[in-house]
């Protein structure tokens, strides 16, 4: 995963609606009438939310008569797992004047 693909991620998952979509969908598919229970908000609002998380390809959709499901996309959320572990500073630790005090 690049940076650019990360950002939109982070960009997707800093909303917090979109977030517990997510974390809601870490138990299964769901049908948008589902996660439509699941928040006050209006329909045309759900369907922004899947989008914006469609289109950074961590949620995949299917339709089924006139019935949405949504599922995460595993291959897409384990990349970027992968990225953000990336995230650390491990190494510049390992320098010889990093992370100590000044006297």
Known sequence: MNEIDASLICKALSDAHRLKIVKMLTGGELCACKL???FQITQPTLSHHMKVLVECNLV???K???NTYYSLNC???TAFRTFIDSLNCSQACQKKDCCQEDE
Request: charged letters at 35%; glycine letters at 0%.
């Open 60 to 62: 995949t959709t299917r």
């Open 75 to 77: 291959e897409t959320l």
């Open 64 to 66: 089924q008569w006139k």
């Open 36 to 38: 439509l229970e699941a």
